[in-house]
């Protein structure tokens, strides 16, 4: 079982439209929760994190974690064609010293006109 | 705040060679992290750095890499005797210390390497 796990998509989307997507974490300590996006060829760019169980809005982006189910969802309102990327989810758990991101392999997300 | 810098953007090398990669943190933060990326996948971990300190080395860093951050602020990754199977995209990442938000890692722009 990967530690991460996102469906690599692609998940297409009409403009306007809501995009859903989804990802499970194995590790029941982990405590921080991160979604970034990544255009290809390009580093990964923060977009949302998440702590607490419930949503938490940012604009059209809405994180929802729910730690007793392990998973984490982005939901992208009135979606639009620049948001066409791939989605990563990341999760951390902090150990003592030891602080490192654990990724999924990444959503990929077409928004078509 | 000029965000994580990464030198050279593209790193083109025979196998067999040496190859250095640098990365300049965001000046207020303290850790640091190299992550390596290949097609299709998410990074994955490598090693990080509190201050100059290694804290934790990933299994993946085989003893042809090293890392350094000799003076707490900028970090050098080494790869010798590169191998075609070294090709992807090292990422750098840097946080400050603490929980919550302030543990969030920002990535620079990567450096791509290409061994043929």
């Known amino acids: 079982q990967k530690e991460v796990e996102q469906n690599s998509g692609p998940l297409s989307v009409p403009e306007g439209a809501i995009a859903s997507l989804n990802c499970t974490y194995s590790?029941?300590?982990?405590?921080?929760f991160f979604w970034y996006r990544q255009y290809s060829g390009k580093s990964p760019e923060l977009i949302m994190f998440?702590?607490?169980?419930g949503d938490k809005e940012d604009g059209r982006f809405t994180a929802q974690l729910n730690k007793a189910s392990q998973y984490v969802s982005l939901l992208i309102r009135d979606s639009q064609p620049s948001d066409s990327a791939t989605y990563l989810c990341a999760v951390n758990r902090q150990t003592g010293t030891a602080s490192k991101l654990t990724f999924g392999t990444g959503t990929r997300l077409q928004v078509t006109l | 705040d000029t965000g994580v810098s990464q030198d050279p953007r593209h790193k083109i090398t025979k196998r067999g060679q040496n190859v250095t990669f640098r990365c300049d943190p965001i000046?207020?933060?303290?850790?640091l992290y190299w992550y390596r990326q290949t097609l299709g996948q998410g990074p994955e971990f490598l090693t990080y750095?509190?201050?100059?300190?290694?804290?934790?080395k990933s299994r993946l860093l085989s003893d042809r890499f090293s890392a350094e951050r000799p003076k707490g602020s900028f970090s050098t990754l080494e790869i010798q005797r590169t191998e075609q199977g070294d090709s992807a995209m090292y990422l750098c990442a840097s946080s400050t210390e603490g929980t919550g938000s302030k543990n969030i890692q920002y990535f620079g722009a990567g450096t791509r390497l290409s061994v043929l």
């Open positions: 590790d029941r300590g982990s405590q921080s």
């Open positions: 998440i702590y607490s169980n």
């Open positions: 000046s207020e933060h303290n850790r």
């Open positions: 750095f509190q201050n100059e300190a290694q804290l934790e």
